[in-house]
């Protein structure tokens, strides 16, 4: 049952250069949704987030944009540095984030010097 | 932000053995969620806890798992008789604004 997809395990992006992050999610139900970035025996950090009644929020170097109709987001980091090397998860809630997160499978990005 | 600390940090047991895993905020939250995530996969939903109650548990959270708040301020997670699969990265998370923010985690291995 994955609600929530991310098709790429691993990405690499030269320094400087745009990372273009993806996700896939299959319930209509979903209205809230979530990046982190999660380094290795560490919790999942909050990047940005999303609500279904926008297509597009922005935070300094991080912007999502959320595309309801092909129930599909992305998360674009620019421009990419060193430390952003990390796994990022994509994950969604209903009820405006009050419920459950559901998780995708993560995506590594390497940011190459 | 909310912050949040979990202890211990990494928890070795016996299988069969009980185990209970802490997550202290820092401040009062009404929110709280447990997760795990097991090596090489994603991060799985386990109880959400709201004004001193369950409101919502996954499949994985059977008869061995329970959630409580003892004193109103930490909020635990006690796996009765762990097993083998129970190894995984537990995180605790609490609700601020319309996002959850993750503990640092506790690492159970499970022998």
């Known amino acids: 049952d994955q609600q929530v997809k991310q098709n790429s395990p691993s990405l690499s992006v030269q320094e400087g250069r745009i990372s273009i992050l993806n996700c896939d999610y299959t319930n209509s139900m979903f209205d809230y949704f979530l990046w982190y970035k999660k380094y290795p025996a560490e919790g999942p950090t909050f990047l940005i987030s999303i609500s279904s009644i926008k297509d597009k929020n922005e935070d300094g170097r991080f912007t999502v944009f959320l595309n309801k109709s092909a129930k599909h987001l992305s998360l674009h980091i620019v421009p990419s540095q060193p430390g952003d090397s990390a796994v990022y998860f994509c994950?969604?809630?209903?009820?405006?984030?009050?419920?459950?997160?559901?998780f995708g499978q993560g995506t590594r990005l390497t940011i190459n010097p | 932000e909310p912050e949040v600390t979990q202890t211990p940090s990494h928890q070795v047991t016996q299988m069969g053995q009980e185990v209970i895993l802490r997550c202290v905020p820092i401040s009062n939250h009404l929110y709280f969620y447990w997760y795990r995530q097991i090596l090489g996969q994603k991060v799985e939903f386990l109880v959400s806890?709201?004004?001193?109650?369950?409101?919502?548990k996954s499949e994985i959270f059977d008869d061995q798992f329970s959630v409580e708040r003892p004193d109103g301020s930490n909020f635990t997670l006690k796996i009765r008789s762990t097993k083998l699969e129970d190894s995984a990265m537990y995180f605790c998370a609490l609700r601020g604004g319309y996002e959850q923010f993750f503990g640092p985690g506790t690492r159970l291995t499970v022998l």
């Open positions: 806890f709201y004004n001193n109650e369950i409101s919502e």
């Open positions: 994950a969604a809630s209903e009820d405006q984030g009050a419920q459950k997160l559901v």
